[in-house]
Nanobody, 120 residues
Framework: QVHLVESGGGLVQAGGSLRLSCAAS????????MGWYRQAPGKDRELVAS???????NYADSVKGRFTISRDNAKNTVYLQMNSLKPEDTAVYYC??????????????WGQGTQVTVSS
């Protein structure tokens, strides 16, 4: 089992910043991609940003230039720095990780979610 624990959500005014963290623990052979998704009320879950073990990143168009994803491979931790937040960024943010438990056994894990609320 691989567990993901998120932290850093909260309430912030428009234009403000928040930093989310997500730490993976458990039986981990390797972690390939880590990412952040979000789900607003009444909407589907969407990819916000992802990062590979080599550091390649991918962002949703709606957050490019405002959000930055990074990871600390030694700590199995991924971060999401969110700047210039907008009310439309309000959602539950979920951490995701994909990798291997053993050399042949893969895993995909999700965090429990952390609420981000941006007031106008």
């Amino acid at each position: 089992q691989v567990h993901l624990v998120e932290s850093g959500g909260g309430l912030v005014q428009a234009g403000g910043s928040l930093r989310l963290s997500c730490a993976a623990s458990g039986t981990i052979f390797s972690i390939n991609a880590m990412g952040w998704y979000r789900q607003a009320p009444g909407k589907d879950r969407e990819l916000v940003a992802s990062i590979t073990g080599a550091g390649s990143t991918n962002y949703a168009d709606s957050v490019k230039g405002r959000f930055t994803i990074s990871r600390d491979n030694a700590k199995n931790t991924v971060y999401l720095q969110m700047n210039s937040l907008k009310p439309e960024d309000t959602a539950v943010y979920y951490c995701n990780a994909e990798g291997k438990i053993t050399i042949i056994r893969h895993f995909v894990s999700w965090g429990q979610g952390t609420q981000v609320t941006v007031s106008s």
